[in-house]
């Protein structure tokens, strides 16, 4: 089973990014996929999360994140997204991918983004 994270780095406040998870080892659309993030001295927060295409593909973000963070996923490619625009400095962490179905629960390690001008 694996998680990739690609497609952090460094950006301007305002700008945008998106982030890539690509999954392999399971049946990827059987499952809840999620992106947390961690900042320095802080608890992982939950970002954005979208249902496996049974539930519909239904999507959830934390408050910090609504209108500027879309989460997305292509089953066909295995692969979950995370566009995220207008950028802020306290957008700086490690974002980290999440799957889960019913006891499984894997993680990626993790892709940096820093938010700086």
């Known amino acids: 089973v694996q998680l990739v994270e690609s497609g952090g780095g460094l950006v301007q406040p305002g700008g945008s990014l998106r982030l890539s998870c690509a999954a392999s080892?399971?049946?990827?659309?059987?499952?809840?996929m999620r992106w947390y993030r961690q900042a320095p001295g802080k608890e992982r927060e939950l970002v954005a999360g979208i249902s496996s295409i049974g539930g519909g593909s239904i999507t959830n973000y934390a408050n910090s994140v609504k209108g500027r963070f879309t989460i997305s996923r292509d089953n066909a490619k295995n692969t979950v997204y995370l566009q995220m625009n207008s950028l802020k400095p306290e957008d700086t962490a490690v974002y980290l991918c999440?799957?889960?179905?019913?006891?499984?629960?894997?993680w990626g390690q993790g892709t940096q983004v820093t938010v700086s001008s």
């Open positions: 999440n799957a889960m179905w019913s006891f499984y629960d894997y």
């Open positions: 080892g399971f049946t990827f659309s059987r499952y809840y």
